[in-house]
């Protein structure tokens, strides 16, 4: 039995009216949409005060390093609050999220380990993320029944919406509403605005059980390639995923929208068209990784995978559409999470380890097939044993082979 963390996203339907028929507080875009906009204008005003005073120091002959934490941030809050009164309209917590994603970004550029960028102004034109937060304080966000008996998400100070999920994630969410049921917790919720739908992203911390699984587990290396998605070291291929429907879709649409006046009615028509294939794309690419990793984790006691930089396969032009559509990243994420919350052992080897020169069974290195030049060999003879190799699978039988190095066993 352990805690776990994890996310459970519903598709709501704000309307554009403040009050339903019953006399019923209720969720309007107009609302989320402000809400939207007081969490990226404190973001933004906080960050103008803090560069301001940065070049006030530099001015002056002082050190530039600001030390931005929660109590100088409250203090900008509250006098923002002071001069600019529609910033009441939001929810408090998320007014105070609005600084502590600032506070992040600062800690995470001033962290030596990781290469952040200085943070930047979130403007509405720039900005790829439309979205607000709100905590869960004293059970102000729940699942209610309206008056007339239907399921609605109540959201503090912004009232109720309708939502659609499974029946498996209304459970949860009604265990996380009752205060007596200890087995579910909803920390906070995010509300969010992606192409053109609305959805609540509700954070839970629930007591979960692993399955107990019968019969052996097998303890597997997986290799992250191009051409395919995978390959485990016990020979099964995950193929990539068939996307290419959906890509002509939108660029379809996308050249549809440029033909036509911005802000027009076909502009909007082909936009909506648009939004609706990019959801289409990442909820098939979303499902196929879920149902991947999920059959992978549920069989294995042991996973290694190697750490790739794939950040530099992207910047190949022969290999960045591939990684792009596919997301082998978000898979391998995806698998670590799974392993944590199921108990399984996960291991990750470092990036720069030849999986795919040495020899599975020699363990002799060939060098020949060192270098973007030689991704075309696929297969290969080692030249000291003469054993005859598929590049994916001998490469995934060497992740393995070091990831049970790495924690001090032998293979089986």
């Known amino acids: 039995m352990k805690i776990v963390r994890k996310n459970i996203e519903v598709k709501i339907y704000p309307t554009k009216r403040d ?23 404190i973001y933004d005003e906080e960050l103008e005060f803090i560069n301001q005073f940065k070049n ?7 050190n530039d ?5 929660n109590g100088s941030c409250n203090v900008i809050l509250k006098m ?4 600019y009164p529609f910033l009441e309209k939001a929810e408090s917590s998320s007014r ?15 962290d030596s380990s990781l290469k952040s960028a200085y943070p930047v102004l979130k403007t509405k034109k720039k900005t790829k993320k439309f979205s607000f937060r709100i905590i869960n304080n004293n059970n102000n966000v729940r699942i209610t029944q309206d008056k007339n008996g239907y399921d609605k998400i109540k959201l503090a100070k912004l009232g109720i919406v309708k939502f659609k999920t499974s029946k498996e994630y209304c459970e949860l969410l009604w265990k996380g509403t009752d205060p007596n049921d200890e087995s579910v917790k909803i920390k906070h919720v995010t509300v969010k605005r992606v192409h053109g739908t609305y959805h ?4 839970i911390e629930q007591i979960y059980l ?9 303890q597997v290396g997986i290799d992250i390639g191009c051409g395919k998605l995978a390959v485990l070291s016990n020979g099964q291929e995950i193929p990539n995923l068939d996307l290419k429907q959906e890509t002509e879709n939108i660029i379809r649409y996308q050249k549809t929208m440029s033909h036509h006046k911005k802000e027009s009615i076909r502009h909007r028509k082909a936009q909506r ?26 069989n294995s006691s042991f996973i290694v995978v190697q750490n790739e930089n794939i950040k530099s396969w992207i910047k190949n032009k022969h290999l960045s559409h591939s990684i792009q559509l596919n997301a082998p990243r978000k898979l391998l994420e995806k698998i670590e999470q799974k392993c944590q919350q199921e108990n399984v052992k996960f291991v990750k080897i470092p990036k720069f380890y030849p999986s795919t020169q040495i020899c599975s069974n020699c363990q002799k290195r060939n060098k020949k097939l060192k270098g973007l030049k030689n991704l075309g060999i696929r297969d290969w003879d080692c030249p000291h044993c003469h054993t005859h190799h598929d590049r994916d699978c001998n490469a995934a039988i060497n992740i393995l082979n070091k990831g049970l190095e790495i924690v001090g066993t032998t293979v089986q």
Do not use: H
Request: proline share 2%; hydrophobic share 35%.
């Open 200 to 203: 609540a992203v509700f954070n």
């Open 19 to 41: 009050i339903n028929d019953n006399a019923e507080k209720i969720v309007s875009i107009n609302k989320i949409e402000s809400n939207i906009g007081i969490s990226r204008f």
């Open 96 to 110: 105070q999220q609005a600084q502590r994603d600032l506070i992040k970004a600062f800690d995470r550029y001033y």
């Open 210 to 218: 692993p399955e107990k699984i019968y019969g052996p587990q097998m």
């Open 273 to 298: 068209l648009l939004n609706k294939s990019w959801q289409k794309f990442l909820n098939k690419r979303k499902d196929y990784c879920n149902k991947i990793t999920a059959d992978i984790v549920k």
């Open 80 to 83: 923002l609050r002071q001069e």
């Open 56 to 62: 006030l120091l530099i001015q002056n002959g002082y």
């Open 65 to 69: 390093k600001v030390k931005v934490n």
